[in-house]
């Protein structure tokens, strides 16, 4: 992975003169290969991982296996595209083994995420099952731990 793009994914918040020193180029030359980036649709976003314990947000996440009938002539990505469309799916993969779509999802309480999965996702012409999974405590989130260790605690060692 290009080093710029490297830096970004580790760390989105470093402004752009702190991305220089640390690649040894001008301020200049890292806002342009940025935006060809983003333009080029590589770089895609930004966000922020939020503690939302420590917020006070009551967000009710679950994890979705769906199986479905491949479309002649599109195979899975139609009908992929068109669940990850729903404002209600957080990310939508391909997966292998026993099913075929793993879907992450957020509502606002148990009954918004049941809705949308009786009312919505089942609903779809192709959907053939589905399997409901709440998620019910985050302890990392993209590589971050939410829960910090303390400085120099170390995970016990088991003979």
């Keep these: 992975m290009d080093p710029l793009l490297k830096l970004l994914h580790e760390g989105a918040a470093l402004k752009h003169s702190q991305l220089a020193a640390m690649l040894n180029l001008s301020e200049t030359e890292v806002a342009a290969q940025i935006k060809a980036y983003e333009g080029d649709q590589v770089i895609l976003g930004y966000r922020t991982i939020l503690n939302e314990e420590k917020l006070g947000e009551d967000i009710v996440r679950a994890v979705i296996e769906v199986k479905i009938t491949p479309e002649r002539g599109g195979g899975f990505d139609r009908l992929a595209e068109r669940i990850a469309k729903y404002p209600e799916v957080r990310s939508c993969y391909l997966m292998s083994g026993g099913y075929d ?52 605690e170390r995970l016990s060692v088991s003979p």
């Excluded at 918004?112 to 019910?136: R, Y």
């Design 101 to 152: 779509l793993l879907v992450i999802i957020e509502g606002h309480t148990l009954r918004e995420v049941a809705t949308f999965v009786s009312e919505k996702l089942a609903t779809v012409q192709g959907v053939i099952s589905t399997a409901t999974h709440f998620m019910l405590k985050p302890y990392k989130e993209q590589g971050l731990l939410l829960t910090p260790q303390p400085n120099g």
